[in-house]
């Protein structure tokens, strides 16, 4: 009985979400209507620079191993600067990131929430701000699937009040995968190709077609993964995907830059720095050009990842690190008409949003957007979409190279018979320079 009005109680919250997104034209910049979505989403206009990450790294992917003493750490600002009651709990979901028909304590020992206790109030910044951090599991709270999960922070004790959400991972390595890198058979200059086998001896897929969902993800980014990839061949205990397009992805080009971690000098890519009336400081980046007909250049980048760090000051980076107003620029003859252009990148939480959005110029002929940063070294790049489909176009101003340096990750889930949820049996992360 509990299970069947878990069941009926999942479909109505989808059926709400779907309801929700529907009323929507165009995705803002966060969501104020308190209908939890299970993605990485701000539902407040105060939460600024949220970050989530298996902890001993900042640039790790959210994904822990279920046989170890990892943990995840999520962080983020209240720029109202005062202090809030902040609570947690989670969501487990499945491969496709629709909630799973698990109960809470299906997946959950211990208690099923944690408050938020450690924070701290930003020092010698002009834009004032909270910093509240967290780090889960803990030994009052276990999570006891492996599989997508779904943390979301809300409010003075009402879960109806959200903050924020956040994808994460738990895995358990059940299954081997083995890859090779190659160029596309076609395209063969612009875009990387991944073969991979997946090795099961002694674990039993019965039926991998059906019960088997395996995702293929470029930079961590979930708007742009790959999801439908089925296995070209079978036997012998090993899964074979290859000769498959869906496996391959536009090899783009290194990540664009530019470095906020200093107001009193000049870097690169800054060509000017103030401050206005409201005692707000300002960074002018200098215009962008088009790569696409430019020749592949190698450097070092993060990613799409950023790095938050104030180098005028030396004490806690989390709260002595500012808030800026960048301005970015992108000269273009005329307007788009086959879609928009989005600044994209972890800056923008890798989401094609109103903030993200890029507005064109008549007078200045080109695109141009504004976002309010924490101090530091970001990564970006541009992207056109036409917002009626799943992800973004890079190659338009980026262009693409096959030789680009991207970091890449499988992950491979299965529900077993009798089963009612994906467990995540391997997590693969590779990088295409490195064998």
């Given at each position: 009985?509990?299970?069947?009005?878990?069941?009926?109680?999942?479909?109505?919250?989808?059926f709400?979400?779907?309801?929700?997104?529907?009323?929507?034209?165009?995705?803002?910049?966060?969501?104020?209507?308190?209908?939890?979505?299970?993605d990485?989403?701000?539902?407040?206009?105060?939460?600024?620079?949220?970050?989530?990450?298996?902890?001993?790294?900042?640039?790790?992917?959210?994904?822990?191993?279920?046989?170890?003493?990892?943990?995840?750490?999520?962080?983020?600002?209240?720029?109202?600067?005062?202090?809030?009651?902040?609570?947690?709990?989670?969501?487990?979901?499945?491969?496709?990131?629709?909630?799973?028909d698990?109960?809470?304590?299906?997946y959950?020992?211990?208690?099923?929430?944690?408050?938020?206790?450690?924070?701290?109030?930003?020092?010698?910044?002009?834009?004032?701000?909270?910093?509240?951090?967290?780090?889960?599991?803990?030994?009052?709270?276990?999570?006891?699937?492996t599989?997508?999960?779904?943390?979301?922070?809300?409010?003075?004790?009402?879960?109806?009040?959200?903050?924020?959400?956040?994808?994460?991972?738990v895995?358990?390595?059940?299954?081997?995968?083995?890859?090779?890198?190659?160029?596309?058979?076609?395209?063969?200059?612009?875009?990387?190709?991944?073969?991979?086998?997946?090795?099961?001896?002694?674990?039993?897929?019965?039926?991998?077609?059906?019960?088997?969902?395996?995702?293929?993800?470029?930079?961590?980014?979930?708007?742009?993964?790959?999801?439908?990839?089925?296995?070209?061949?079978?036997?012998?205990?090993?899964?074979?995907?290859?000769?498959?397009?869906?496996?391959t992805?536009?090899?783009?080009?290194?990540?664009?830059?530019?470095?906020?971690?200093?107001?009193?000098?000049?870097?690169?890519?800054?060509?000017?720095?103030?401050?206005?009336?409201?005692?707000?400081?300002?960074?002018?980046?200098?215009?962008?050009?088009?790569?696409?007909?430019?020749p592949?250049?190698?450097?070092?980048?993060?990613?799409g990842?950023?790095?938050?760090?104030?180098?005028?000051?030396?004490?806690?980076?989390?709260?002595?690190?500012?808030?800026?107003?960048?301005?970015?620029?992108?000269p273009?003859?005329?307007?788009?008409?086959?879609?928009?252009?989005?600044?994209?990148?972890?800056?923008?939480?890798?989401?094609?949003?109103?903030?993200?959005?890029?507005?064109?110029?008549?007078?200045?002929?080109?695109?141009?957007?504004?976002?309010?940063?924490?101090?530091?070294?970001?990564?970006?790049?541009?992207?056109?979409?036409?917002?009626a489909?799943?992800?973004?176009?890079?190659?338009?101003?980026?262009?693409?190279?096959?030789?680009?340096?991207?970091?890449?990750?499988i992950?491979?889930y299965?529900?077993?018979?009798?089963?009612?949820?994906?467990?995540?049996?391997?997590?693969?992360?590779?990088?295409?320079?490195?064998?």
């Amino acid at each position: 009985m509990l299970r069947k009005l878990s069941l009926i109680f999942s479909i109505f919250f989808l059926f709400s979400l779907s309801v929700s997104s529907q009323t929507k034209t165009e995705e803002e910049d966060y969501v104020s209507d308190n209908v939890l979505k299970y993605d990485d989403v701000n539902y407040k206009p105060y939460i600024k620079t949220v970050q989530i990450h298996e902890s001993t790294w900042e640039y790790a992917i959210p994904a822990i191993d279920f046989n170890s003493n990892q943990s995840i750490e999520l962080s983020f600002d209240d720029i109202e600067g005062d202090q809030k009651q902040y609570s947690l709990t989670f969501q487990h979901c499945n491969a496709d990131w629709t909630p799973s028909d698990l109960m809470i304590s299906e997946y959950m020992s211990g208690f099923f929430d944690l408050n938020i206790i450690n924070f701290s109030f930003s020092m010698n910044t002009l834009q004032k701000y909270t910093h509240y951090s967290i780090m889960f599991p803990q030994q009052n709270l276990k999570l006891t699937k492996t599989g997508n999960y779904i943390v979301y922070v809300y409010k003075d004790g009402d879960k109806k009040d959200l903050v924020l959400s956040r994808r994460f991972m738990v895995f358990e390595n059940k299954v081997t995968v083995a890859h090779t890198f190659r160029q596309s058979n076609e395209d063969q200059f612009q875009k990387q190709h991944i073969d991979f086998s997946i090795y099961h001896s002694g674990y039993d897929i019965t039926n991998p077609y059906a019960d088997l969902k395996v995702v293929l993800m470029q930079n961590n980014r979930w708007e742009n993964a790959v999801t439908n990839i089925k296995p070209t061949f079978l036997g012998g205990g090993q899964l074979t995907y290859s000769l498959d397009d869906a496996s391959t992805f536009n090899g783009g080009n290194e990540f664009r830059y530019f470095d906020i971690r200093s107001m009193r000098f000049y870097t690169e890519k800054v060509k000017e720095i103030y401050r206005d009336e409201t005692l707000k400081n300002h960074v002018v980046l200098y215009p962008d050009e088009l790569r696409t007909t430019k020749p592949y250049l190698f450097y070092s980048d993060f990613n799409g990842n950023f790095l938050i760090k104030n180098r005028d000051a030396i004490g806690n980076q989390d709260t002595e690190a500012d808030y800026v107003y960048v301005d970015f620029f992108l000269p273009y003859k005329t307007p788009e008409s086959a879609g928009n252009f989005y600044v994209l990148g972890k800056l923008t939480d890798w989401r094609m949003n109103k903030k993200s959005k890029m507005t064109y110029n008549y007078k200045r002929l080109g695109y141009e957007a504004q976002l309010y940063l924490k101090q530091g070294f970001y990564n970006y790049m541009y992207v056109l979409s036409n917002d009626a489909k799943k992800g973004g176009d890079e190659t338009l101003i980026e262009g693409s190279h096959w030789d680009t340096e991207n970091d890449y990750s499988i992950y491979v889930y299965h529900r077993k018979i009798g089963t009612y949820y994906d467990q995540l049996i391997c997590y693969k992360k590779f990088n295409s320079l490195k064998k």
